[in-house]
């Protein structure tokens, strides 16, 4: 698994406002898309597109695409509200716009978003795709323009006001990155005696016997949040690992690294 650059931002910005309803899109796009960042950034690189304050819709629109491009991120995503009516009584739902280029693997990630905001409770419209989109067919990487739900549908509304922003956040940002999980408080965080830690797949299998020996878990680097995993004793396999534990155990290639292990197992 390698870090992905991600480049996102909130849809308009409070001198270029988007749609209102019973409530306003700007204002609750933006704490959605601050929540999905948050995640995001823990785990990968994080370029945010977010304009701050234009008031042309256009200039502000390719501030967010120019920036992307800059930076060379591998994907974009952008975070809205829809709407279709003045007033609706009842339930739309959530849908994700992508360009007809688009990849199989943003298809997928779109399908992952929609997914986690339907295990909310909002319906799934499904991935739509458009070639008319600046924000699709003026970037140049892989782009995705997320309309979490409509801001004048009652049933959406209420279904937003019960989960709130910090969990469409989170179902975002886990639909782009499957590797993010929830926020822990601090007195909920885990801790373990041991925990061996790896990052590839060919010192797995060292990890493994070492992990049996010590009747604890593996981890994959990849998948290691040292805020919500604590360990007492972390042992590392294998030269690659960048985590700093208490042991590291490798050798100079994968036999090496086993044989290492198994020489730390005889002597424990
Ligand atoms: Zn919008």
Same mark, same amino acid.
């Given at each position: 698994?390698? +870090? ?39 785990? =990968? ?29 591998? %994907? ?8 279709? #009516? ?14 007809? =280029? ?17 295990? +909310? ?46 969990? +469409? ?30 990052? =590839? ?11 049996? #020996? ?14 919500? %995993? ?16 208490? +042991? ?13 292990? %198994?020489? #730390?197992?005889?002597? %424990?």
């Amino acid at each position: 698994m390698f +870090l992905l650059k991600i480049g996102g931002r909130s849809g308009h910005n409070p001198l270029a406002p988007g749609a209102s309803g019973i409530i306003d899109e700007t204002l609750e796009d933006r704490k959605i898309f601050l929540s999905s960042k948050s995640y995001l950034e823990k785990y =990968n690189s994080f370029v945010d597109c977010y304009p701050g304050n234009m008031n042309n819709a256009n200039t502000e629109l390719m501030y967010g695409i120019n920036k992307a491009n800059s930076n060379s991120v591998d %994907l974009f995503y952008s975070v809205h509200l829809n709407k279709a #009516y003045d007033i609706y009584n009842g339930a739309i739902g959530a849908e994700v716009w992508v360009h007809p =280029n688009a990849s199989s693997s943003t298809i997928s990630i779109a399908n992952r978003i929609l997914n986690n905001l339907k295990n +909310l409770g909002f319906l799934n419209r499904g991935v739509k795709t458009s070639s008319e989109l600046a924000e699709l067919n003026s970037t140049n990487m892989e782009a995705m323009i997320i309309e979490c739900f409509f801001c004048e549908a009652t049933t959406d509304v209420s279904i937003y006001k019960k989960y709130g922003a910090e969990e +469409l956040g989170f179902a975002i940002a886990n639909g782009i990155d499957p590797k993010v999980i929830k926020n822990t408080n601090s007195n909920e965080v885990n801790k373990v005696k041991y925990l061996v830690i790896y990052n =590839n797949d060919v010192d797995k299998r060292a990890a493994e016997y070492l992990a049996d #020996y010590l009747k604890c878990a593996t981890i994959n680097e990849t998948n290691y949040d040292s805020n919500t %995993l604590k360990a007492e004793t972390i042992i590392t396999v294998g030269g690659g690992v960048k985590t700093k534990g208490t +042991l590291a155990l490798y050798g100079s290639d994968r036999y090496e690294t086993l044989k290492a292990v %198994l020489k #730390y197992m005889n002597k %424990l």
